[in-house]
């Protein structure tokens, strides 16, 4: 790709030739992409720095930076901030910690381990409003949910999740959707761990737990950053498990970023400042990945 | 010591008989090869040993004890596997220090062994790099050098030299056989390289199909085969076997003579008749490759150069004294 970009020295013409083939080529698709990406983050950038309100049409005015001062003032910003760092890091936490045992238990020889697997990479492709719904209505419901009559045959005073422990109850149903991605990541990984490691390990006399320590989880260091990488692009937008399941609260307390602008622009009705959300959520995802980048990206160096 | 016995020792996979009853004496010290063609079950027998398969019957004894019910790591033995199996993010150091400290021997005492082991195998300079900086021929030393810090009763390797060029091959091959010299520890090693097995053995142990065909030295093996197989596989270039006639003179179903025992007579009149189909030239040698009309295709060896081409006639007369007699089903006639 380097090449392509910066063409190191003078080419053979039948080189040129090909290279101009190619990239006459693939203008159309890159030049699509390119308005596809370009065309909304200019829209995005022009209607931040305007007022521009749906319920008083027409007038529309230019006000500079003032819509990201009224952003980043509000006091819901830090507190949906917190919230989406919350959300992320905690289903990134379960997702990893779960996910691993749960790969190494598909990675064992069982009856049905192909149905068993199948089973486990179910909820990955269950849309994220159903299994917000299901979760809702038939498990965390305080009346008629799972969860409820669990407790009640128990004897306990069922748990009224999204009253509760909302920002729990969404960090579950995401942990939930995001498990099998986490477990089949982790299980190829491990089904590439050479045999012969394991039984030099075991000549060496490394016991399951040295063995699962010193050879299996370095061996699981590229993946896990993998998921960690992948699995944070897609948390930072949560919405729509959210949005089913609290509306963001109670209060603010299950709001992320994505949910506020959300409400700004069609709860509020606040083109303007929806868009200067936005954009300062593009900065937010980048910082992020920055870091992560830098903290586990090492990783992926051969 | 690292003195170790098979007793009827069997392996089935499911209804597959892998080993069909192996009965072996390796006495200590010994280097004991075992060699044979692909899926012969030299590798399982040899993983049977380290305990990473479980037997199906028979008895193991290592220094006359049962050890069938023992887990690898308790048998004393280390092994070196066909890829190396080193550790890739642990250091050159790490990898050797691995089963030490598995052990739960003290930090100074596994450095101070790790470091004699590295200096054994000239491998000081790459303590702290890292498996995948190291070349092929680096990575083995670092694979022995795991075996031998843990002063095993005796060493296991599988096929270790199998992914290096020839030219390293040959040298590793000097290299590990010194190193076992100098330890004197028993080695059983596992290769389907007939010259490995003959240059590096005290003892060879031939298998074919699940059996064991013939143990003995390796010069045993080359002037007294037991039977048609180990013939066939001992020696390069191939023994030739000849039926019918000439058989049946020597009161034999077949006769054997190796290529180097056939004396070659460019217009002689007796002993078999030929034409050369291919004659290699390589200096030292001169191999001939001869059509013998009803004898089938025979391989004679010349020692130094010999100027004969293909298409040239010439005769073959075997050494009386090293024809190789076999009965019909294959074992070897003496006497």
């Known amino acids: 790709m380097a090449a392509f970009f910066f063409p190191a020295e003078e080419k053979p013409v039948a080189t040129r030739q090909t290279q101009f083939l190619a990239r006459s080529l693939l203008s159309p698709a890159v030049g699509l992409l390119f308005i596809w990406m370009i065309v909304p983050l200019a829209l995005t950038i022009y209607f931040s720095t305007l007022h521009y309100s749906l319920l008083d049409p027409g007038s529309e005015s230019f006000v500079g930076l003032e819509n990201f001062r009224y952003f980043l003032t509000d006091p819901a910003f830090l507190a949906s901030l917190q919230n989406t760092l919350v959300l992320v890091g905690s289903v990134l936490a379960l997702t990893i910690l779960l996910g691993i045992p749960l790969a190494l238990l598909m990675d064992q020889p069982v009856i049905g381990r192909n149905f068993v697997r199948l089973m486990v990479i179910a909820p990955f492709f269950v849309m994220p409003t159903v299994s917000a719904l299901v979760w809702k209505n038939l498990l965390m419901h305080p009346v008629s949910g799972l969860f409820a009559w669990l407790a009640s045959l128990f004897g306990l005073t069922p748990i009224d999740w999204f009253n509760d422990v909302p920002l729990f109850a969404v960090i579950l149903i995401v942990t939930w959707q995001w498990l099998p991605f986490a477990t089949l990541i982790l299980l190829t990984a491990l089904q590439s761990l050479d045999e012969e490691q394991k039984e030099a390990a075991e000549m060496d006399g490394a016991s399951a737990v040295s063995t699962f320590i010193y050879i299996t989880l370095p061996h699981l260091a590229r993946p896990i950053t993998v998921v960690i990488l992948i699995e944070t692009i897609f948390l930072l937008t949560v919405f729509a498990e959210i949005f089913v399941t609290t509306g963001g609260g109670p209060g603010l307390q299950t709001t992320n970023i994505a949910f506020l602008i959300y409400s700004q622009a069609l709860i509020q009705f606040d083109v303007g400042s929806a868009s200067a959300g936005g954009l300062v959520a593009v900065v937010i995802a980048n910082i992020v990945a920055f870091f992560l980048v830098r903290i586990v990206g090492r990783n992926l160096e051969a | ?335």
Not at chain 2, 118 to 125: E, F, G, Q, R
Not at chain 2, 296 to 301: I, Q, S, V
């Open chain 2, 1 to 335: 010591m690292g003195q170790i016995t098979l007793q009827g020792v069997q392996k089935s996979f499911g209804p597959v008989h892998i080993i069909k009853g192996a009965d072996l004496d390796i006495a200590d010290g010994s280097f004991v090869v075992f060699v044979g063609p692909s899926g012969c079950g030299k590798t399982t027998l040899l993983r049977l040993i380290a305990g990473l398969e479980d037997v199906s019957g028979g008895k193991i004894l290592i220094d006359g004890k049962n050890v069938v019910d023992t887990p690898p790591a308790k048998r004393g033995l280390s092994m070196v596997f066909q890829s190396y199996a080193l550790y890739p993010h642990m250091s050159v150091r790490g990898n050797i220090g691995f089963g030490l400290k598995m052990a739960g021997l003290p930090k100074d005492e596994i450095n101070r062994k790790v470091e004699a082991a590295a200096a054994t195998l000239n491998l000081t300079p790459y303590l702290d790099r890292k498996p995948r900086e190291l070349s092929g021929g680096q990575r083995q030393r670092v694979a022995i050098g795991r075996a031998i810090v843990r002063e095993p009763k005796a060493f296991l390797f599988d096929e270790p030299l199998s992914n290096l060029d020839a030219a390293l091959r040959v040298q590793m091959r000097i290299e590990v056989t010194r190193l076992q010299k100098q330890l004197g520890t028993t080695a059983i090693y596992v290769t389907h390289d007939q010259v490995e097995a003959m240059t590096m053995a005290d003892k060879i142990v031939v298998l074919n199909g699940g059996k064991i065909e013939q143990y003995g030295s390796p010069l045993e093996l080359y002037e007294r085969p037991a039977n048609l197989f180990v013939a066939g596989f001992i020696g390069s270039p191939r023994m030739n076997f000849v039926t019918g006639e000439p058989a049946l003179q020597k009161a034999a179903a077949t006769i054997g003579v190796r290529p180097e025992h056939l004396k070659i007579e460019r217009d002689g009149a007796g002993g078999w008749q030929g034409t050369i189909a291919v004659a290699e030239h390589l200096g030292s040698d001169t191999f001939l490759y001869v059509d013998a009309g009803p004898l089938g295709m025979l391989t004679a060896r010349y020692i130094g150069e010999l100027s004969l081409h293909a298409g040239d006639r010439v005769s073959l007369v075997p050494d009386p004294a090293r024809i190789h007699r076999f009965d019909e089903s294959g074992n070897a006639l003496r006497g």
